[in-house]
Each structure stands twice: as structure tokens, then as C-alpha cells.
């Protein structure tokens, strides 16, 4: 039998109970006969306490610095590492044998970028080695070290980026994905009531939910599956019921226009105004960004009848800090009258189904839908298969609900 790959994400393992059930899990796979490494996650909401007081210690009295990043790493990389230690003990309390490591003992080596690093190579034979010698391998997730051995993390949620990676390098036959929820939703349940668990979905659409704001799953995790084949299945840590399994895309999923709905919340929309309209200045602008390893998306490009253009893109809330100086530094070499306006009083609804490829009228459908309920819609994006309505934050839970109904994702296929 094959190797299995199973992470178990904060609230799987957020306190003793909940490890030993981790550790019971993994233990009966290993007595099914598979190979078994276990990624963990920190327990409960550690990240984001330490987060907390990384920020109480750089905003002391008169203080007030955004933490260095390598300290932060430092400093975030220890969430994991007390979860790995306890769920080998927990393991060895119920009679079986395991051995723990962090993303540095496994040779987990990353770029340089703290807080998104990316991985780029693991060694696996102290892995095989422990497999061969009977031990179920826990292994820390969302952390690695760089060449020289510093710590770095692979962003929120970056366990998932540890899974899939291991899962590729190990050849696993499945990574199983432990969480609090039964699996990948038609939207958010805790926004629609109706949300119905999918049972399968492609990489290209799961990378578009959570592109879109679905939060199971990093964005990164899910290209990396796609780019490896590895197959992920999502389930809930409290039950033993299928979850959600994704895949590469069958002809079936073809018949599914849409297959999901997103809102992303906590985006910012960068406009910046007046650049002159000539070859070169977006490619200035884009490289000049993606420079600071920062994400963008929606970009929109309007060209006005004075020889200047508007070029508008989001960001991610977490990503405006260090964004603001890139555009100040890019306005400034352009010159003239251009400058830049931020909003934050956003939102992005979007739907996505590999069917749009094949079906026509699903964009009419959603806005007719944000329509008839008197949702301005600000700005449109679209991909082969998604179409994404930026509109007023407020209006954000009422649209994705809207458009829920509108594509009856409530009903079983
Ligand atoms: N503990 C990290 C976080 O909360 C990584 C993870 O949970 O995947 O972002
Ligand atoms: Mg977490």
C-alpha cells in the first residue's frame, strides 16, 4: 500500500484531545498498511497570537515599527514546532512509534522571501529512512530555513504548501487535508446557509475559489498539486465521512456550468490615475511590483482621449503596507499629474465552473442577478472559467448569496 500525506490544520490540533484524535487518525492509516507523514499546523489561532504580539512588542509606547521579517519568521516558525513535538509524544502514548521534525531537520530549503518564501527543494531521504524504520514522520508545516539555515514561512495557511510539497517529492498516493469543515463548499456556509459540500472538484477551479476568497486552501498549495498531480482530499477532522477530493479535470465536470461562488473580502483597489499612454508603462508599473514579491490581480486598463490611461489592480488588505511605497516611488518617476487612489470599501463576488468553457449566458445570468437586487457592479474580470463583479462591501454577503441562488448551486448534481 501507499504512502499517505495527512495535515491536520490549526483547529484539528488546537488542544490535547484533539491530538491524540490526530495522532489515532494517522495511526490507523499506518495500521492499514500505508506509509504515513503527518504535517501539522499550530495549534488553534497560536499564528495569528503570536502575530498579536509581535505587533504589541514593534508598537510598545512610543515604538512603532512593522516587525522585521526575519525576526517574525523566527518567531512564527515556533507555532509549529510545539504542535510536532506533541503529536509525536501523543503517538508514542498510544503505543505506536514516530519521530518529529522541522522544515529545517528535513532539509526543507526556501528563497529568501520571509513571511512567502518558497520552497525550493526537501530532502527526503531522513523521511524514507524514518518510514522504512517503521515510524509514523510528523513534520512541521508552513515553515522552512533558508541556504544558511534561517527560518522563513510560506504564508497563511502555508501547511497546505508543506503538504502538497512533501506529497510530490514523496510520491504520495493521496494528501489528505484535516480540517473543522467537511470539505470544499459551493460558497462560504457561514455566509449561505444553502451551501452544499462538493464532491469533486478540478485544480483549475479550486484555484480559482481560493484565488477568489474560498479560505480552505492556499492558492500556492493547489498550483502545486495541479503542477505534480497530486490529489487532495479535504475532509473533516471530527468525522470519517468522504470529503472533498481534487483532481485533475474529468470530461464530467465539463456538465457543471458553475461550481462554486467566492467573496473575497479583504481586498484594496489601486487606481492609479494619469499615467501616460505609451508602450512600456505598464510593463514598468507590473515589474516594478512584482520586483516586492507582491500579488495583483483585476487589472483593468482604461485609456482616456488625453494621451493618459488609469490603470487599477487589487491587493491583498495584508500586502497595501508595502505596496504604498512602490506607488509613490512609480508616480513620482512618472511624473506629471499622475497619482494614485486606494479604496478599501470593496468586495468581489465571483463565480467559477470549467463548464463557462462550453456554456454561454453565464455572465448575463450573474449580472442580471446583482441587477434585479440593485447591486451596483464597479468593474468586471473574467478568466475561461470564472467571472468575478467587484461591488460595494456592503452589498458583498447579499450578492454572493444572490448569485447562490441564481446558478442553484444548492441542488445535487
Ligand atoms: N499556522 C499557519 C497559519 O495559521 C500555517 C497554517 O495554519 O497553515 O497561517
Ligand atoms: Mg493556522
Known amino acids: ?152 514561512t510560506l504564508g497563511r495557511g502555508g501547511s497546505n504548501a508543506t503538504l502538497v510539497a512533501l506529497g510530490a517529492v514523496l510520491g504520495a498516493e493521496v494528501c489528505e487535508n484535516y480540517t473543522d469543515v467537511d470539505g470544499i463548499f459551493t460558497a462560504d456556509p457561514r455566509i449561505v446557509k444553502k451551501a452544499r459540500k462538493i464532491d469533486r472538484i478540478s485544480y483549475d477551479e479550486m484555484l480559482e475559489l481560493s484565488g477568489l476568497g474560498a479560505s480552505v486552501l492556499q492558492t500556492r498549495a493547489v498550483e502545486f498539486a495541479k503542477k505534480y498531480n497530486v490529489k487532495l482530499h479535504v475532509r473533516n477532522s471530527q468525522n470519517d465521512r468522504p470529503g472533498t477530493w481534487i483532481e485533475a479535470e ?15 473580502k479583504d481586498l484594496v483597489a489601486v487606481t492609479i490615475k494619469e499615467v501616460p499612454d505609451k508602450p512600456g508603462v505598464a510593463a514598468r508599473i507590473f515589474s516594478e511590483i512584482a520586483t516586492h514579491n507582491i500579488v495583483v490581480d483585476d487589472i483593468i486598463q482604461t485609456v482616456n482621449d488625453n494621451g493618459t490611461a488609469f490603470i487599477s489592480f487589487t491587493v491583498e ?37 470549467v463548464g463557462m468553457r462550453s456554456h454561454t449566458g453565464v455572465a448575463k445570468r450573474m449580472f442580471e442577478a446583482l441587477a434585479d437586487s440593485s447591486i451596483n457592479i464597479e468593474n468586471i474580470t473574467t478568466s475561461e472559467i470564472k467571472i468575478s463583479c467587484i461591488i460595494k462591501k456592503e452589498d458583498g454577503h447579499r450578492a454572493l448569496q444572490l448569485v447562490h441562488d441564481a446558478f442553484e448551486l444548492e441542488k445535487a448534481r
Do not use: W
Not at 504604498?324 to 479604496?343: C, E, F, M, N
Open 250 to 264: 474529468t470530461r464530467n465536470m465539463e456538465h457543471i456550468v458553475v461550481s462554486g461562488a467566492a467573496l473575497k
Open 1 to 152: 500500500m501507499g504512502l499517505i500525506v495527512q495535515k491536520f490544520g490549526g483547529s484539528s490540533v488546537a488542544d490535547a484531545e484533539r491530538i491524540h484524535r490526530a495522532a489515532a487518525r494517522a495511526m490507523a492509516a499506518r495500521n492499514s498498511g500505508h506509509e504515513v507523514v503527518v504535517v501539522v499546523s499550530a495549534m488553534g489561532e497560536t499564528t495569528d497570537d503570536l502575530i498579536q504580539l509581535a505587533k504589541d512588542v514593534c508598537e510598545y509606547g512610543q515604538c512603532k515599527i512593522p516587525p522585521p521579517k526575519r525576526e517574525m519568521d523566527q518567531l512564527l516558525a515556533t507555532g509549529e514546532q510545539v504542535t510536532i513535538a506533541l503529536i509525536a509524544m501523543a503517538i508514542h502514548a498510544q503505543g505506536n512509534e514516530a519521530i518529529s521534525f522541522t522544515g529545517g531537520q528535513i532539509g526543507l530549503v526556501t528563497d529568501y522571501a520571509f513571511s512567502k518564501a518558497r520552497i525550493q527543494s526537501i530532502n527526503k531521504q531522513r523521511i524514507f529512512d524514518q518510514l522504512k524504520a517503521g515510524k509514523i514522520v510528523i513534520v512541521a508545516g508552513f515553515q522552512g530555513v533558508t541556504p544558511e539555515g534561517d527560518f522563513t
Open 317 to 353: 488588505h495584508g500586502d497595501v503596507t508595502d505596496i504604498r511605497p512602490v506607488v509613490d516611488k512609480l508616480i513620482s518617476d512618472l511624473g506629471g499629474k499622475t497619482q494614485a487612489i486606494y479604496r478599501d470599501d470593496l468586495c468581489k463576488v465571483s463565480v467559477v465552473g
